[in-house]
């Protein structure tokens, strides 16, 4: 998570570089070169993530009222293998892409969402909150089949979880009078907070990957000041600390290939039994 300037920058139908680290579509596959510096603490990484699809995602989702921000599922369903040099680690698992865009800042749109997915056996869910500017709220749940196809379900009950170490406000939505309970905190931030949870409904236990966004307290200040020190800017002509185009996010979850103590995500299904009518757009 380095900012770098337009000179660092390279891409063209297949491949995008950002610096010494490069993104490639190949043999259907989108492969993740990396080779970085941690922040804060100078360490290297170094070595390939590389995601194999099982579907692609025909949902699109206008998460604001007009029309300037997009949410969309690229491969609900996939395989991810990770192999690092720097730190030695190998593993693969179940795993998951997606994709933010928009066409201006995410603080101008939002006060905060709350997001989460679980992935079955044959089928994945994703639960989406969002408080709009202005305090205007929505909320979808989708079910994605084998093939990638989005299913749009009635969001369950909202529940309140623990707030987070940096007191961030997390919530999510359990359906059928269930439990949910924070399993472990993998990311704590001043304005995001990414969670393993726990859930229990009609009898099967369940885990969820859940994420937190307070842009309310990413505009302060002070969270402004902090940031260069998590994500180091390099060379002249940065873009904005919040990106006008979000890169996918890659999430995953798997088994451990050699003896190094590997965090990981263990996904599982979750069941949304009503019908919802939230607009969930075809993409071929």
């Known amino acids: 998570m380095t900012e770098r300037g337009p000179q660092a920058l390279a891409r063209d139908s297949s491949s995008l570089s950002i610096g010494p680290s490069v993104l490639e579509w190949r043999n259907d596959a989108l ?4 080779d970085e510096v941690t922040a804060p603490w100078p360490t290297r990484i170094r070595g390939h993530v590389r995601l194999h699809p099982a579907a692609f995602g025909d949902a699109v989702l206008g998460l604001d009222a007009a029309g300037r921000h997009v949410w969309r599922a690229f491969a609900p369903l996939a395989t991810v293998e990770v192999v690092l040099d720097a730190p030695r680690l190998r593993w693969r698992g179940k795993g998951y892409l997606d994709g933010n865009s928009g ?14 997915r679980a992935t079955g056996r044959r089928h994945a869910c994703v639960l989406y909150d969002v408080v709009r500017r202005g305090g205007e709220p929505a909320a ?3 079910r994605f089949d084998a093939h990638g196809r989005a299913e749009a379900r009635e969001p369950p009950p909202r529940v309140t979880l623990p707030r987070s170490a940096w007191g961030i406000r997390r ?8 439990e949910v ?3 472990a905190t993998l990311e704590d931030g001043p304005f995001y907070a990414r969670t393993r949870l726990s859930t229990r409904v009609g009898g099967e236990a369940m885990d969820a990957i859940h994420e937190t966004v307070s842009l309310e307290r990413f505009r302060r200040g002070w969270v402004r000041c902090l940031l260069p020190f998590r994500m180091p800017r390099r060379g002249r002509g940065s873009a904005g600390v919040v ?3 979000a890169p996918p996010a890659v999430e995953a979850q798997g088994d451990e290939l050699d003896d190094r103590p590997a965090e990981h995500e263990r996904e599982h299904d979750e069941e949304l039994d009503q019908a919802h009518p939230a607009r969930v757009h075809g993409r071929r």
Do not use: C, I, K, N
């Open 140 to 142: 979808w749940a989708l």
């Open 31 to 34: 492969t993740v070169h990396l």
């Open 181 to 183: 309970r924070v399993v």
């Open 103 to 116: 066409a201006e800042p995410l603080d101008a749109a939002f006060e905060r969402w709350d997001w989460s």
């Open 171 to 178: 919530g999510t939505r359990v359906a059928g009078g269930g």
């Open 243 to 245: 990106a006008r185009v």
